[in-house]
Structure formats: C-alpha cells, structure tokens
C-alpha cells in the first residue's frame, strides 16, 4: 500500500476546465440580477467564456502532458475532441436565445447548463483514470438531464428529460460496474496501468472478470452513442428536448461519448482488439442499418435527424472497428464536419418551427427554398454534407472513415457503409424535395433572423464547405491527434 | 499558358454562377443571355484544345499540383486530356450554348435557378473528363448529380420527383460502390510503390485476378448505371420523360458518356484480367439492351420516351464496339458516342420544339406536321437518318465501324444478333417519324402551328452541320483519338507473358493501315474540305 501522497497538483493540464466551470459559476450568479427579456447577454458572456477556454486550450496543442497522478492528460486527441465540444457549445449557445423566446421559457440558468456539461465533455476526452471518465460523464449527464426537460410547460420536454435521467442513470450503472469488474481484475483504474497490466498478465479468456468488465463498459457507452441497439432513448428525447438543445446533444455529448470510448478501448484494452472489433463490427452494421431504415419512414424532421445521428454513430463505428490510425483520424475529423452540419441543420429548423414545436414535419418545408432561398441553400449544403455527398466536409469524413476500414481489411464492414449511406441519400432528399418541389402551402411564421443565427449560420456553412474543399489541413490535425 | 486551359475551362461556368447570383432574379433577358455567353465563352476557350492537340497517346495540357496531403492519402489536382477526352470535352462544351438556348421559352419560372444548375452541371461534366487523378474523377463524378437532380425535380413534367430521386439514388448506390473499390485500389496500390491517387498510377500495377473482378465488378457497375445498360436502366426513361428539354439534351448528350467513358478510361484498362472474363456478360446485356430497347421503342406513344429508349440501343452499340477491344471497335464506338451526343441531343431538342407548341407529345395527337412546318420536318428528317445511322450522316460511320470491329473480334455472333438492332432502330424511328409528320393534318390544333423560329434554326444548325460533317469527313476525330485508343486496347489485354495465346483474331486489318484508310468513310472526302479540326462552325 502506498503512503497517501499528495499527488502533484498541474493545474495547467486542467486550465480549460477551471475557466469553464469559473465562468460557469459566475454566470449562475449574474443571471439572478439579469431581467427576464435580457437573459440572451448571458448568451453573449457564455461565448465569451469558451472564447478564452480556447485560449488557454490551443496553446497546449502538440504537447501531451500529464496532471493530477495520471488522471488527466492534455494531449492532442484530447484538444481535438475539446475544440469540437467548445464549437458545437457556441453553436447550440447562438440559436438559444431566440427559441427560448419563442418558447416563453426564457430560463437564464440553460448558459451555466451548457458550459457546466461542457466541462463534463472535456473531462471524458482527458481523462486517463476510469474514474475520472466517470466524473466527467456524470457532470455532463445530468447537466443533460436538465437541459433534455428545460421546457418546463411542454409536456414533451418533460418526457424527454425523464426518459433520458431513467435511460441514462440505467446505462451509467451499466458503465460503472464495467468500471468495478475492470478495477476487480486488474487492481487499477488508470487506463495506462490497465494496459500494462493485461500485456503482462497476457489475454486470457480465464479472467472472466475483466472481459465481463469490458463487455459492460461498451454496453455502457454504446448507450451513451447511442449505438444500436442500445439507441431506443435518443428518438424520444430528441423530438422532445428543445431544439437547440437536440443540436448540442446531438453533437457535443455523442463525440465525448466516443472521446472516452476510445481511450478506454483503444488504450486499455489494446490487447483485446481482435475481439472487440468483432463486437463493435455488429454494433456498427446495426447501428447503421436500423439508423437508416427507421429514419426513411420518419415524417417529424427532428426524428429524422435523431434517426440519422444513430446512423451516422454507425459510421464513426466503422472507423471505430478498423482501429488504425486512418480510421481514428476519421472519426475526429467526422465528428467537427458533424458538429457543423447537424447544428447547421438543426438552426433552420428551429427557424422553421413555430411555438409549442411545432411545423417540425417534413411536409411543413414545402417551398421553404423559394421563400428565403439563401437558407434554403444552406439547408441543401447540410443535407448533402450529412448524406456524404461532395464536395461537403460529410464526404471527406465518411471517405476517411470508410478508408481506415478498407485498410485494415473490412470490405464488407466499408461496402454495408455505403450501401447504407446511399440508403440515407433518400430521406434526406425528401427535405429537398418538399423544400424546392413542391409549392408552399402556407406562410412561415418564423423566428426573425437574428444576427446570431447569421453567423451560427454562417460558421456551419464555412465549416462544412472548407473542410470539403480543402481537407489537407484538417485531416493533418485530425491525424496528429490519434491515439498511436 | 496551355497548363491552365482545362482549368480556366472547367471553371469559368463556376465564375458563372457567382456572377449570376448577383443579377436581379426577374431579369430573365439578362440571365439567360448572361448564361449563354458563359457557355460560349467555356466553348471559346476550349478550341484551343482541339487546335492544340498533339496527335499521340500522352496526356496532354497537363496542370498537377498538390491538393490534399494526409495521413496515408495524397491527392492531386491533376487534370490533362488524351484523344479520348479531348472530343468528349469539346461536345460538352459545343452542347451547352445549345443547351441554353433551347431554354429561352420553356423555362419561365425560377430562371436564375435553372441557369446556375446548368452552368453548375458543366462544372461537373468538364472536371469529370479531365481528372486524371481517381479521387478528383470521384468528386466530379459525385457533384454532377446535384444539379441534373434539380433540374429534373424542379422543372420537369408531371412525374418529376420520382424521376429526380430515383435518378440520383441509383447513380448513388453504383458510384458508391465505386468508391469503395478506389480506396481498395490505393492501398493495393501502396503496397507497389504508388503514392497518390494519380491515374497513371495504377494502369502498371499487376493485380491479382480475384481482385481485378472484384474492382471491375465496382466500376463497371457504376458506370454501366450510368450508361446505362440493361437491366440497370430503368432510371433512363423515368429521368428522360420528365426532365425539362435542357435537361434532357444534356443527359443523352453528355451525362450518359460518362458511362461508356468510364469504361475506356478506368474499367477496361485498369482489370485486363477482369475485362477477359467478363466481355461476354458484358455484350450479352448489350446485345439484349439493344434489342429489348429497340422492340420497347417501338411501342412508345411518347415521342420522348422513344427517343429515351432509342439512347440505351444506342449505347448499347458503343459497348459492343469497346469490348471488341480492337481498333475499329474502340474507334467505332468512341465516335458512336459523339455521334449520339449530337443526334439524340437534336432529336430530344425537336421533341421540345413540339412540345412546347403543343404540350403533349403522345404520337396519336401528330400527324402531317411536315405540311404546317416544312423547315422543321426537314431537319427532323435529317436528325431521324443521323439517329437511323444513313450512310452520309455522323450515325453511320460509327455504327458501321462497331459493327466491323465487333464482327471481327471474339464477339462475332454477339455483332449478328446486334445488327438487326440497326434494323430496329430504322422501324422504330421511320414509323414515328411517318405518324407525327406525315398522314392527313386532321387534327385542328395542328393546323395552326407555327414553323420553326430563327431562334430555334439557329440551334438546329450547328447540330446538322455536324451530322454531315462527322458523317462526310471523319478522319480529324479519328486520328486524334486513335493513338490513345490503342494504348487503351494495348492496357486491357492481360499482359504481354499471356498475351500472345490469347484473342489471335483481333487484328486482321494491319495496324498501320487504320489512321487514313478509315472503311468508313471514303465517300465524304471530297466533299468537304479538310478544315478545322474542331469543325464547329
């Protein structure tokens, strides 16, 4: 037994957390002397406050270093996955303020909400220790929880929020006693120790325990991807949660999802990939495929949307199974094109809507891109990114992912992928078709188009079509932060 | 200068559309002329291309420059045109002015639109032609489905968006596939020494035959989509019915050579192996396509969805004529693709012309049209022989030149059966042409119709110009695509160590004879006089 120690303190490692959470904290304080009609500054502020957690974060790129004993690590995979959290943060933050207007729920604690789950993301990509993946995942989940309910008088937001805690509580339990198997074989929680200590100890299929511990933690995390089939949660709390809130979801809290899945998989149990690509190979087929047929049948876009997030989970998945360096790059630079595209999508829904969510049918865009062409177009550029079509930052993604999987051997895993994606191109032009084929049946009464919206608008746009042009440069980072 | 022509070409629609975001949407005048001097102007720049070229097999007018450097991929923006592109790039860029032009009257609804997806649908045409690095063909490939998509779904006919969708998901599905195959090819590639993705990369590699069927098998699926050979091309009819009349020109003309060209420049010469083992499935579904296509035409009710049927007999002739993998076949077929670029892209312009007079296109609602309009019937008269393949026009040299390549090779029988497809064809579009122009003018709609207008003798004319042109004198477009074509003849036999066992009877006309004593064509020669190569008026 060791002597209890104080373990070095590197606060440096955590610097972009203790900014987030300190203006997090604050913000909680200045929203009680805020007035209901001025909540959207705190918007303002909350972006501001992830403007300088980039700050302290981007200098630390290129760098990997160690805090707290071993439990947090900044390194580029890290920074990566954090940047994405912080961007899709920002995003989701600009399309906030005006929805919750809209909605009469103008609540000022939703900023501090955010930031704080935020937080909780960037824990899960830097943590080294299981149990510090834990705590970030808890901070996010029920910083989630809240946000999924945040509509108080919509009694969808309220299922959404409680199906969510139930579900979530359900499969963090599922996560934790992975956790306590693991740390039952092998004596330790840090993810490095883990990985020592199974090369020592060899693959045995005797230790039943830790493969139990395994098991458990990729069904504990396949919840949180949402992963077939454990993805029953996401339609329900998607369509329910407010939308803004579905956008951040659906992004931020899915990539630390894999953040964390990764490090667990792709580090400490290393050994096993034999048999976990196996595992995540059926996990990857399922997902894409039940994905994509339920979303072809889905009429409200926002399930759509929820459909086409297990979906495209399912291709992370794929790059996931191959575990090379082509296929992790792809899954980080996958995961940014989606941030942008999916909030991108998400926003023009929001202006589509009307109050009490409603027009979120696919029916209510016939002739959108004839009223207001340019944000038709932005739609177009979206949709087509999402169905992976060129030149969108969608296409370079699945490329990537697709190519990790061709490389390592899965032709049938990259061919069932794109038979897939081909499957996915006909939902997604069916918004198309009702947006600019088929005459519009009524006015829209819409969000006015705030300038936030512009330049959340604007940021997808430039970040679905830059990436899809001229990838070199991003792929480079995206490749300097895999895990190998 | 002549690095940066294919570039300036491919790009200038692009320029285009920017341009054209800017002009005021209820200014027609201005976007449709706007529109036409782009794609004269893309004309414009590519004749030096058709004047410039070298005679041999090299690629030629060559830009290559780093584009995309990660991990293990290496993309060039690599573009260059052989004797094999140089005519497919000239036809579209000489079809889009057309193009335009036949849209002066039919579109009047959402024009700026429509403009920018034609201009954009060129980007996508041209850059597909002239990308000589796999994953560039990929992109542009992939980006010409966008526009054709909405210009089918948003001003086609009735059917519209079944068409639209159906159109863009099977494309999707083959080139998908396609792509799979690529990134398959790169890391085999890899591991012989290739570096980026540039075509020429990957014609040395020595692939091993399971794998070359396997490719193959991608490709050809793709591209047989595309082209589209029977049974894959149940979409043709759909697109072509609905599509507006731009639309549809531009498909028969351009869009479905993607197909064939694919085959000449990726399929054929990257899986020798492959190629050996599948030319019989491959003229067998020609040769069916041919005939089912024929017999189908010839119960269509619907002039367009004739004409649409006429294109898959069509190409099926082109596919015969590349797999007979000998010269007179590859020539054949390369120009039997011209050929039907500019025979079908008149006559689905002459079924517009109709039917924007009349909105309907039902045969039964015609009859003696050559009374009201005798400008008009001529030149259908001329188009429907060109299409029928009448010795004189463009059709004859290249359907007579497959024939003969395909008689002489392994193909021989799949050429018998074929040829009573050039039978067909001749019933099929005679018996249109004698119910909707000839026959008593009874019907009292008809009686008014008014001959065709100088607007549209002036997109009639270069298209018959060229009719007589290829058909008279087509040696410029032969010898220039020549020399490439046998490299890709000499790339898709297995190589050399098996080669001499295989296909002895390929070559009966000596090779050296080919270039000037074209069997075709001796008749025109003194007809015309050796001018342009391009040979655009």
Same mark, same amino acid.
């Given at each position: 037994?060791?002597?209890?120690?104080?373990?070095?303190?590197?606060?440096?490692?955590?610097?972009?957390?203790?900014?987030?959470?300190?203006?997090?904290?604050?913000?909680?304080?200045?929203?009680?002397?805020?007035?209901?009609?001025?909540?959207?500054?705190?918007?303002?502020?909350?972006?501001?406050?992830?403007?300088?957690?980039?700050?302290?974060?981007?200098?630390?790129?290129?760098?990997?270093?160690?805090?707290?004993?071993?439990?947090?690590?900044?390194?580029?995979?890290?920074?990566?996955?954090?940047?994405?959290?912080?961007?899709?943060?920002?995003?989701?933050?600009?399309?906030?303020?005006?929805?919750?207007?809209?909605?009469?729920?103008?609540?000022?604690?939703?900023?501090?909400?955010?930031?704080?789950?935020?937080?909780?993301?960037?824990?899960?990509?830097?943590?080294?220790?299981?149990?510090?993946?834990?705590?970030?995942?808890?901070?996010?989940?029920?910083?989630?929880?809240?946000?999924?309910?945040?509509?108080?008088?919509?009694?969808?937001?309220?299922?959404?929020?409680?199906?969510?805690?139930?579900?979530?509580?359900?499969?963090?339990?599922?996560?934790?006693?992975?956790?306590?198997?693991?740390?039952?074989?092998?004596?330790?929680?840090?993810?490095?120790?883990?990985?020592?200590?199974?090369?020592?100890?060899?693959?045995?299929?005797?230790?039943?325990?830790?493969?139990?511990?395994?098991?458990?933690?990729?069904?504990?995390?396949?919840?949180?991807?949402?992963?077939?089939?454990?993805?029953?949660?996401?339609?329900?709390?998607?369509?329910?949660?407010?939308?803004?809130?579905?956008?951040?979801?659906?992004?931020?809290?899915?990539?630390?999802?894999?953040?964390?899945?990764?490090?667990?998989?792709?580090?400490?149990?290393?050994?096993?990939?034999?048999?976990?690509?196996?595992?995540?190979?059926?996990?990857?087929?399922?997902?894409?495929?039940?994905?994509?047929?339920?979303?072809?049948?889905?009429?409200?876009?926002?399930?759509?949307?929820?459909?086409?997030?297990?979906?495209?989970?399912?291709?992370?998945?794929?790059?996931?199974?191959?575990?090379?360096?082509?296929?992790?790059?792809?899954?980080?630079?996958?995961?940014?094109?989606?941030?942008?595209?999916?909030?991108?999508?998400?926003?023009?829904?929001?202006?589509?809507?009307?109050?009490?969510?409603?027009?979120?049918?696919?029916?209510?865009?016939?002739?959108?891109?004839?009223?207001?062409?340019?944000?038709?177009?932005?739609?177009?550029?979206?949709?087509?990114?999402?169905?992976?079509?060129?030149?969108?930052?969608?296409?370079?993604?699945?490329?990537?992912?697709?190519?990790?999987?061709?490389?390592?051997?899965?032709?049938?895993?990259?061919?069932?992928?794109?038979?897939?994606?081909?499957?996915?191109?006909?939902?997604?032009?069916?918004?198309?078709?009702?947006?600019?084929?088929?005459?519009?049946?009524?006015?829209?009464?819409?969000?006015?188009?705030?300038?936030?919206?512009?330049?959340?608008?604007?940021?997808?746009?430039?970040?679905?079509?830059?990436?899809?042009?001229?990838?070199?440069?991003?792929?480079?980072?995206?490749?300097?932060?895999?895990?190998? | 200068?002549?690095?940066?022509?294919?570039?300036?070409?491919?790009?200038?629609p692009?320029?285009g559309v920017?341009i054209l975001l800017?002009i005021?949407s209820?200014n027609h005048g201005l976007l449709r002329g706007f529109t036409l001097l782009v794609t004269?102007?893309?004309?414009?720049?590519?004749?030096?291309?058709?004047?410039?070229?070298?005679?041999?097999?090299?690629?030629?007018?060559?830009?290559?420059?780093?584009?995309?450097?990660?991990?293990?991929?290496?993309?060039?923006?690599?573009?260059?045109?052989?004797?094999?592109?140089?005519?497919?790039?000239?036809?579209?860029?000489?079809?889009m002015?057309?193009a335009v032009l036949?849209t002066w009257?039919?579109v009047?609804q959402k024009v700026k639109g429509y403009m920018a997806c034609l201009l954009l649908l060129e980007?996508?045409?041209?850059?597909?032609?002239?990308?000589?690095? &796999? %994953?560039?063909?990929?992109?542009?490939?992939?980006?010409? *489905? /966008?526009p054709?998509?909405f210009i !089918? =779904? +948003?001003w086609?006919?009735?059917?519209?968006?079944?068409?639209?969708?159906?159109?863009?998901?099977?494309?999707?599905?083959?080139?998908?596939?396609?792509?799979?195959?690529?990134?398959?090819?790169?890391?085999?590639?890899?591991?012989?020494?290739?570096?980026?993705?540039?075509?020429?990369?990957?014609?040395?590699?020595?692939?091993?035959?399971?794998?070359?069927?396997?490719?193959?098998?991608?490709?050809?699926?793709?591209?047989?989509?595309?082209?589209?050979?029977?049974?894959?091309?149940?979409?043709?009819?759909?697109?072509?019915?609905?599509?507006p009349?731009a639309?549809?020109?531009?498909?028969?003309?351009?869009?479905?050579?993607?197909?064939?060209?694919?085959?000449?420049?990726?399929?054929?010469? &990257? %899986?020798?192996?492959?190629?050996?083992?599948?030319?019989? *499935? /491959?003229?067998?579904?020609?040769? !069916? =396509? +041919?005939?089912?296509?024929?017999?189908?035409?010839?119960?269509?009710?619907?002039?367009?969805?004739?004409?649409?049927?006429?294109?898959?007999?069509?190409?099926?002739?082109?596919?015969?004529?590349?797999?007979?993998?000998?010269?007179?076949?590859?020539?054949?077929?390369?120009?039997?693709?011209?050929?039907?670029?500019?025979?079908?892209?008149?006559?689905?312009?002459?079924?517009?012309?109709?039917?924007?007079?009349?909105?309907?296109?039902?045969?039964?609602?015609?009859?003696?049209?050559?009374?009201?309009?005798?400008?008009?019937?001529?030149?259908?008269?001329?188009?429907?022989?060109?299409?029928?393949?009448?010795?004189?026009?463009?059709?004859?040299?290249?359907?007579?030149?497959?024939?003969?390549?395909? %008689?002489?090779?392994?193909?021989?029988?799949?050429?018998?059966?074929?040829?009573?497809?050039?039978?067909?064809?001749?019933?099929?579009?005679?018996?249109?042409?004698?119910?909707?122009?000839?026959?008593?003018?009874?019907?009292?709609?008809?009686?008014?119709?008014?001959?065709?207008?100088?607007?549209?003798?002036?997109?009639?004319?270069?298209?018959?110009?060229?009719?007589?042109?290829?058909?008279?004198?087509?040696?410029?477009?032969?010898?220039?695509?020549?020399?490439?074509?046998?490299?890709?003849?000499?790339?898709?036999?297995?190589?050399?160590?098996?080669?001499?066992?295989?296909?002895?009877?390929?070559?009966?006309?000596?090779?050296?004879?080919?270039?000037?004593?074209?069997?075709?064509?001796?008749?025109?020669?003194?007809?015309?006089?050796?001018?342009?190569?391009?040979?655009?008026?």
């Amino acid at each position: 037994m060791d002597t209890i120690a104080i373990p070095a303190i590197n606060l440096a490692v955590i610097a972009p957390e203790v900014v987030l959470s300190v203006v997090a904290m604050a913000l909680l304080l200045i929203n009680v002397f805020v007035k209901g009609e001025q909540k959207g500054y705190l918007g303002y502020l909350s972006i501001a406050g992830i403007l300088g957690t980039l700050f302290t974060l981007i200098p630390a790129w290129g760098s990997s270093v160690e805090g707290f004993s071993g439990t947090v690590i900044q390194d580029n995979f890290a920074i990566f996955f954090k940047v994405i959290f912080l961007i899709s943060a920002v995003m989701s933050i600009l399309i906030t303020d005006k929805y919750l207007e809209r909605e009469g729920c103008n609540q000022g604690e939703i900023y501090p909400l955010i930031l704080f789950a935020t937080v909780g993301m960037m824990l899960m990509a830097s943590g080294t220790d299981l149990m510090t993946i834990f705590l970030g995942l808890e901070v996010l989940s029920v910083s989630l929880y809240i946000l999924a309910g945040f509509n108080r008088s919509n009694i969808k937001s309220n299922e959404a929020g409680l199906k969510y805690f139930l579900l979530g509580a359900f499969s963090t339990g599922f996560l934790l006693y992975g956790m306590a198997l693991t740390y039952g074989a092998t004596g330790t929680t840090k993810i490095a120790k883990i990985a020592t200590y199974i090369s020592i100890n060899g693959v045995s299929s005797s230790n039943m325990m830790l493969v139990a511990g395994m098991l458990l933690m990729a069904t504990g995390f396949a919840f949180k991807i949402a992963a077939a089939p454990f993805h029953m949660w996401t339609p329900d709390v998607y369509e329910g949660a407010p939308t803004p809130m579905t956008a951040f979801m659906s992004v931020g809290p899915k990539a630390a999802g894999f953040a964390a899945f990764l490090r667990v998989f792709l580090v400490a149990f290393a050994a096993f990939k034999p048999e976990w690509s196996n595992l995540l190979w059926i996990l990857a087929v399922l997902t894409m495929t039940i994905g994509n047929i339920t979303a072809l049948y889905q009429q409200n876009i926002k399930r759509m949307l929820a459909y086409s997030s297990i979906a495209h989970a399912g291709y992370i998945l794929v790059g996931f199974t191959a575990g090379n360096a082509v296929g992790t790059a792809g899954i980080l630079f996958y995961m940014l094109s989606y941030a942008f595209m999916n909030i991108g999508a998400f926003a023009i829904i929001i202006l589509v809507g009307k109050k009490g969510e409603e027009n979120n049918n696919v029916s209510d865009y016939a002739g959108f891109g004839y009223k207001h062409p340019l944000l038709g177009i932005a739609m177009c550029i979206f949709l087509f990114s999402l169905a992976g079509i060129p030149p969108a930052a969608g296409f370079i993604g699945k490329f990537y992912l697709f190519s990790g999987a061709i490389q390592a051997g899965y032709i049938w895993l990259a061919i069932i992928g794109v038979l897939n994606s081909a499957a996915s191109v006909y939902y997604y032009l069916r918004v198309m078709v009702f947006m600019y084929f088929k005459d519009p049946v009524e006015d829209f009464a819409w969000v006015k188009l705030t300038p936030a919206f512009v330049i959340c608008l604007l940021i997808a746009v430039i970040g679905v079509l830059v990436p899809g042009v001229l990838p070199g440069l991003f792929l480079e980072l995206a490749q300097k932060a895999v895990l190998m | 200068m002549n690095e940066v022509i294919l570039s300036l070409m491919t790009f200038l629609p692009l320029l285009g559309v920017f341009i054209l975001l800017f002009i005021p949407s209820n200014n027609h005048g201005l976007l449709r002329g706007f529109t036409l001097l782009v794609t004269v102007l893309t004309f414009l720049v590519s004749i030096p291309l058709a004047t410039g070229f070298v005679t041999n097999a090299d690629y030629q007018f060559i830009l290559n420059m780093p584009w995309i450097k990660a991990g293990p991929f290496r993309m060039n923006y690599n573009v260059g045109i052989d004797g094999i592109s140089l005519w497919l790039v000239m036809l579209t860029t000489f079809i889009m002015p057309i193009a335009v032009l036949s849209t002066w009257k039919a579109v009047d609804q959402k024009v700026k639109g429509y403009m920018a997806c034609l201009l954009l649908l060129e980007v996508g045409m041209l850059g597909a032609f002239v990308s000589l690095d &796999l %994953f560039l063909f990929y992109i542009f490939w992939e980006v010409m *489905l /966008i526009p054709m998509y909405f210009i !089918i =779904g +948003i001003w086609g006919g009735k059917n519209r968006i079944y068409a639209a969708v159906k159109f863009f998901i099977y494309t999707m599905v083959g080139s998908l596939l396609m792509l799979v195959a690529i990134i398959a090819l790169y890391f085999k590639g890899m591991s012989a020494g290739v570096t980026d993705f540039s075509l020429l990369n990957f014609f040395g590699l020595n692939l091993d035959p399971v794998t070359q069927t396997w490719m193959f098998l991608a490709f050809a699926l793709a591209f047989a989509i595309k082209v589209p050979m029977f049974p894959l091309h149940t979409w043709l009819p759909d697109a072509h019915t609905e599509a507006p009349t731009a639309g549809s020109v531009i498909l028969a003309a351009v869009l479905l050579k993607m197909g064939t060209y694919g085959y000449v420049r990726f399929a054929m010469p &990257l %899986f020798p192996n492959a190629v050996e083992k599948f030319t019989p *499935l /491959i003229a067998t579904l020609a040769v !069916i =396509g +041919i005939i089912y296509a024929s017999l189908v035409a010839m119960v269509q009710e619907d002039v367009k969805k004739l004409v649409a049927y006429s294109s898959v007999a069509h190409l099926g002739f082109v596919m015969i004529g590349l797999f007979s993998l000998n010269q007179m076949g590859l020539q054949g077929g390369m120009l039997q693709m011209l050929n039907h670029g500019v025979s079908t892209g008149a006559l689905f312009l002459i079924v517009g012309f109709i039917y924007e007079r009349r909105h309907t296109r039902l045969i039964t609602d015609f009859g003696g049209l050559s009374k009201q309009m005798p400008i008009f019937a001529t030149i259908f008269m001329i188009v429907t022989f060109s299409s029928i393949g009448l010795p004189g026009t463009n059709g004859f040299v290249g359907e007579f030149l497959v024939l003969l390549g395909s %008689f002489e090779s392994s193909l021989r029988w799949y050429t018998v059966v074929a040829s009573s497809g050039v039978i067909l064809s001749a019933v099929y579009m005679l018996w249109m042409f004698q119910r909707v122009m000839f026959g008593k003018l009874d019907n009292p709609k008809n009686q008014k119709l008014e001959d065709l207008s100088g607007r549209e003798i002036a997109i009639m004319l270069p298209l018959i110009f060229m009719i007589f042109f290829m058909g008279l004198y087509p040696k410029p477009f032969i010898d220039r695509m020549a020399p490439a074509l046998d490299k890709v003849i000499q790339q898709s036999r297995i190589r050399p160590a098996i080669a001499a066992t295989v296909q002895p009877v390929m070559q009966i006309t000596p090779q050296g004879d080919m270039p000037e004593g074209n069997p075709a064509a001796p008749e025109g020669q003194p007809a015309m006089p050796a001018g342009k190569p391009a040979g655009h008026p």
